[in-house]
């Protein structure tokens, strides 16, 4: 199975950095999913949830406020402003998770139906790893 570099960069620093068969990124025009071998370009992100599958099939969810996404046939590196990953191997990790994420989505000034998509996914993510 083919696979491709993934790379998650915030100010405070790197928020994923591994291999992923597929990532789903909030783009500006809509979601988009990228696989390895991918054509190349480069975007701006908006509020939204990056989905990572890895090769054991799990789904690794990260909220993000903004950010831009550079893609190229083995690598996708993204920048963004503020993210949270929503992981945890406990009920009270989660929940810090679920926490965080709320905030950054209360700070994002950009508010409607982004965030509603947002909070919905959150809560879904939450509902699979609990």
């Known amino acids: 199975m083919d696979k491709l570099k993934l790379e998650i960069l915030t100010p405070n620093g790197e928020i994923f950095n591994g291999d992923a068969v597929s990532v789903t990124l909030p783009g500006e025009e809509g979601e988009f999913g990228v696989l390895a071998h991918h054509a190349s370009l480069s975007t701006l992100l908006e509020a939204g949830v990056i989905d990572i599958e890895k090769e054991d099939k799990s789904v690794e969810s990260i909220l993000i406020n903004w950010g831009v996404a550079h893609v190229n046939e083995e690598k996708v590196i993204v920048l963004v402003e503020g993210a949270v990953a ?9 929940a810090k998770a679920l926490e965080d994420a709320k905030k950054l989505i209360n ?20 509902r699979k790893l609990i």
Request: no cysteine; proline share 3%.
């Open 107 to 126: 700070d994002i000034a950009d508010s409607g139906p982004a965030i509603a998509s947002v909070s919905a996914r959150i809560e879904s993510a939450a």
């Open 86 to 94: 929503i992981r945890g191997d406990s009920e009270s990790a989660v």
